[in-house]
């Protein structure tokens, strides 16, 4: 049995400990917010945070998850919730797909940088793909995101 917590649950699962992360958190645990793209961890579909790390969980074992925590897109952090507002105004998605990941990447950056620059930005985001071309709308909602926080504090 290998024990995971997703999102502050805890999950008991029957797997190989090779398993990649993503098969576990959508063909086991079912939850699907997360996205296979191109399954060699080159374009960030499948990003979810590990103790506040942003991975690729296409190519990393299940067992290396064993004992952290898990943020997926379907998760409560306040930083992701409130990005996932300034998404919905500013109409970032497109055909939707990379998303998921574009967010949680998000949510890192702004989990350890309070007010990035168009270039930290650029600098975090790089190894999320857009096939769409969706760039300039995601740092424009990162932008709105901080100002949503200045706002509520
Ligand atoms: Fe379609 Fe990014 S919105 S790939």
Redesign the pocket.
């Known amino acids: 049995m290998i024990k995971l917590t997703i999102n502050n649950k805890k999950y008991n699962i029957d797997v190989e400990p090779d398993m990649p992360l993503l098969w576990a958190i959508r063909d086991i645990i079912g939850l699907t917010g997360t996205k296979y793209g191109c399954g060699e961890g080159l374009c960030g579909s499948c990003k979810v945070l590990l103790d506040n790390s942003p991975v690729q969980s296409c190519v990393i074992p299940v067992s290396a998850a064993i004992g952290k925590e898990i943020l997926t897109i379907e998760g409560n952090s306040k930083n992701l919730q409130l990005l996932q507002k300034s998404w919905m105004e500013l109409n ?8 998921p990941g ?1 967010l949680i990447a998000a949510t890192a950056l702004l989990d350890k940088n309070e007010n990035p620059t168009d270039k930290d930005i650029e600098e975090e985001m790089i190894g999320n ?6 760039y300039q709308r995601i740092k424009n909602a990162i932008h709105r995101t901080v100002e949503l926080k200045n706002q509520q504090s």
């Open positions: 970032v998605p497109q055909c939707g797909f990379c998303q574009q793909i857009c096939r769409c071309g969706t």
